[in-house]
């Protein structure tokens, strides 16, 4: 057993049909109810760790096999001798086999059963929430509802076994009031939605234990990590005998009136990054007189009318659409045909969602052996996509992918757990980052970071890159308790520099 964040190696995420065919298999090779036992132990070794020696532990257990696994920690920590009160909100001779047996091992332990929800736990005590696991098919109801409504509501710290109860693994989304943990211990597989959507906020601090079991299963999906990004930056060291021109021209094209500060963000990041030159073009003199004055001297200037010439855009990694408004609509098709590499964000993104045009020239792209990244919020995507934010947010690993199915493109979709994908590829999720990055202009940074990258790198595959980039973007954040303004996290971006 192990705390899964920070995350060095990527780690496999599999979804509750490939987790379920993953139970299947290693049960059949071993002797019955075996995963259950260890999955039992494990979460009894974390609750007995978790709890202190005079606490109660409360242990609340469902119809399934989640609650199995709650009957037998209980077992476990009545022989620890520790103090447990166990309340079994289920019908018992409708239990699953397996479920069946742990109940049976629980009452022949001398466990007692509480038939009924009556939760007072005092701060400090433990509850142990094995209501709901992957088997969560509905909202929960009548008890089940009640318990979930209570746990959150309790002083206790919560201890969620394999996910907090009425969290969808597949999708981090909450199918009606979810249960709130401070702990989760995720069994044999980890699934996708502990680290998206409402996962990361829902699981609190997360442990993993495999069971005992290898998985030979394709993952579903990768939780990305350190390696992605120490990849990267040994990969890109700088030689003694580099010079500016060996890190590549970024051209960040923003800053509409009154957004002229995305422009500088953007701008700023990607000369942080590390590219050999950035050029801003601002879509306003404001903005373009807003970055002479920002205090990055290094910055240079290009005047929008030399984006019509095809050569500007044609070599350089160009950033469009950071604080774009509707001046950035115009310049799109130029910059759709000739930039070699596009990072488009923001208000590039809204244009291409209102013009079938835009979206057909920025399909062309991929055909034309020119790359792009995508970088949009859940807004951002549902306009793309023609959708509802909601119904984003609903399956995001499968959002983001219908869009870089739908536009040829890496996709990066923002938000807790930002899910990186590409055609044909396994997508996978950010596993850095927090809410200190809720503040304005952190996307703004991002792309024009990645953009900064890309200058650099500009034959790495989009999606090992982009998801460098948003570990990177996340690293700066962690460990942040308030907010990290935009112009504070290119800073902290920059000191994550290898040396
Ligand atoms: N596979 C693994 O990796 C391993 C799995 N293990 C453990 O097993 C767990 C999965 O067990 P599980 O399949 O029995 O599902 P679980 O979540 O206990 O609940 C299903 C029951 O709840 C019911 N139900 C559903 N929604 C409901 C609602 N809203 N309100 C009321 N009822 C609702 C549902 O009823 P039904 O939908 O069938 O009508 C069914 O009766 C897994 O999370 C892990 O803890 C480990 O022991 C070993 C390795
Ligand atoms: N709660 C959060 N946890 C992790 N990352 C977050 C969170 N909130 C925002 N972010 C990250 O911050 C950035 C915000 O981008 P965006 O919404 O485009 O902001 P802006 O338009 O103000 O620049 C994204 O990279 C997103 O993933
Ligand atoms: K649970």
Redesign the pocket.
């Known amino acids: 057993m192990h705390k899964v964040l920070p995350v060095t190696q990527r780690q496999p995420l599999l979804n509750v049909a490939h987790s379920r065919q993953l139970e299947a298999q290693a049960a059949a090779a071993l002797p019955a109810h075996t995963l259950m036992a260890r999955a039992g132990l494990a979460v009894a070794k974390l609750a007995h760790a978790l709890a202190a020696p005079e606490a109660c532990i409360w242990i609340v257990c469902g119809p399934g096999n989640n609650g199995g696994d709650g009957l037998i920690a209980a077992r476990w920590l009545h022989q620890a001798g520790r103090r447990l009160r166990v309340q079994c909100l289920a019908d018992l001779s409708r239990l699953p086999a397996d479920a069946a047996w742990a109940a049976a091992a629980a009452h022949a332990a001398g466990v007692t059963l509480e038939r009924s929800l009556e939760l007072d736990c005092a701060a400090g005590d433990l509850l142990i929430d094995a209501l709901l696991g992957m088997g969560l098919s509905r909202p929960a109801e009548g008890l089940l509802a009640a318990a979930i409504t209570a746990v959150n509501r309790s002083a206790a710290t919560v201890l969620a076994v394999d996910l907090p109860s009425g969290l969808q693994a597949d999708t981090g989304q909450a199918l009606g009031e979810a249960l709130r943990a401070d702990h989760s211990l995720s069994l044999l597989s980890l699934k996708p939605g502990l680290f998206t959507a409402q996962g990361?906020a829902l699981c609190g601090t997360l442990w993993h234990d495999d069971l005992g079991v290898v998985s030979p299963i394709e993952a579903d999906a990768w939780l990305s990590g350190a390696q992605t990004l120490q990849a990267w930056q040994t990969r890109h060291r700088r030689t003694a005998d580099s010079h500016k021109g060996s890190f590549g021209d970024v051209l960040v094209v923003g800053g509409a009136p009154g957004m002229a500060g995305?422009l500088q963000?953007a701008a700023g990041a990607a000369l942080s990054a590390g590219a050999g030159r950035v050029y801003a073009c601002g879509l306003d003199d404001g903005a373009n007189v807003g970055v002479i004055r920002c205090g990055r001297a290094e910055l240079m200037h290009c005047p929008p009318e030399r984006l019509a010439q095809p050569e500007s855009q044609s070599q350089a990694t160009v950033v469009a659409g950071?604080g774009g408004g509707a001046a950035i609509t115009p310049l799109l098709p130029n910059l759709l045909r000739h930039a070699a590499r596009l990072v488009l964000?923001?208000d590039g993104l809204n244009a291409v969602a209102a013009s079938t045009d835009l979206q057909a020239l920025l399909r062309q792209r991929a055909s034309a052996g020119q790359s792009s990244i995508l970088?949009p919020?859940p807004l951002e995507a549902a306009r793309l996509l023609g959708i509802s934010t909601s119904e984003v947010q609903a399956d995001r690993l499968h959002s983001a992918q219908l869009l870089a199915e739908g536009f040829a493109a890496t996709v990066?979709l923002?938000?807790?757990?930002?899910v990186i994908a590409s055609p044909s590829t396994t997508p996978s999720i950010n596993s850095s980052?927090?809410?200190a990055?809720?503040?304005?202009?952190?996307?703004?940074?991002?792309a024009g970071w990645l953009g900064g990258m890309w200058a650099q790198a500009e034959e790495q595959p989009t999606q090992e890159l982009a998801a460098a980039a948003?570990y990177w973007?996340?690293l700066a954040?962690d460990g942040w308790a308030g907010p990290l303004r935009?112009s504070d996290l290119i800073e902290q971006m920059a000191a994550h520099h290898g040396r």
């Open positions: 990361r995305a963000l950071c964000d923001a970088t919020h990066i923002k938000g807790s757990g930002s980052g927090s809410a990055l809720a503040t304005p202009g952190s996307g703004d940074v991002l948003c973007h996340g954040a935009a």
